[in-house]
């Protein structure tokens, strides 16, 4: 079966976000209705973040460019304005055991929405950019871009296509 590659590799350290670990946060916890942390009550006016993630993951992924043309700025820093789309193969996802194998969702990558791009590295480890914390770099939307050729059988799943974007105050 043919499943294609990717192109130019880097490594994207991902850290998924831990909806059970956040829904035990005291005074703030997870909201399931709106899909997103709850404030903590700290003092301030807007709280501070009950959000807890899980480990980061190294996932091989390609950094394409923005779909109008703007190159995604990836080695001079960070543009709070820029949306980072990343190519994930199937194959490694399941690999690192980013896919559901059971259930409802199985097939279904782990990586979706809410979840935080840490930094970006090329394939040696060492680091291109990291994005700050905040603002952070979210993934804003994760859908399958493609499936690979097979002769017999069910085409498998290929590349997950996720887009992402600074997290600004007030929106998540």
């Not at 807007?46 to 993630?53: K, L």
Request: charged residues 30%; hydrophobic residues 30%.
């Amino acid at each position: 079966m043919l499943r294609g590659r990717l192109l130019q590799r880097f490594l994207c350290s991902i850290r998924q976000l831990d909806t059970e670990a956040t829904s035990t946060v005291v005074g703030g916890g997870y909201d399931p209705l709106l899909g997103e942390p709850i404030p903590v009550a700290d003092g301030t006016q807007t709280g501070s973040s009950s959000r807890r993630e899980k480990a980061a993951v190294d996932v091989p992924c390609q950094v394409d460019r923005r779909e109008w043309g703007e190159d995604v700025l990836v080695g001079g820093g960070h543009d709070p304005e820029t949306e980072l789309i990343l190519t994930f193969h199937f194959r490694d996802l399941e690999r690192l055991g980013l896919v559901h194998t059971s259930g409802d969702l199985e097939g279904k990558p782990k990586i979706g929405a809410r979840d935080r791009v840490e930094r970006l590295k090329r394939m040696n480890g060492n680091t291109v950019v990291v994005f700050p914390d905040p603002p952070g770099m979210y993934v804003t939307v994760a859908e399958q871009g493609g499936w690979g050729i097979r002769r017999w059988g069910s085409p498998k799943r290929n590349l997950l296509i996720v887009r992402c974007r600074p997290e600004r105050r007030g929106e998540h």
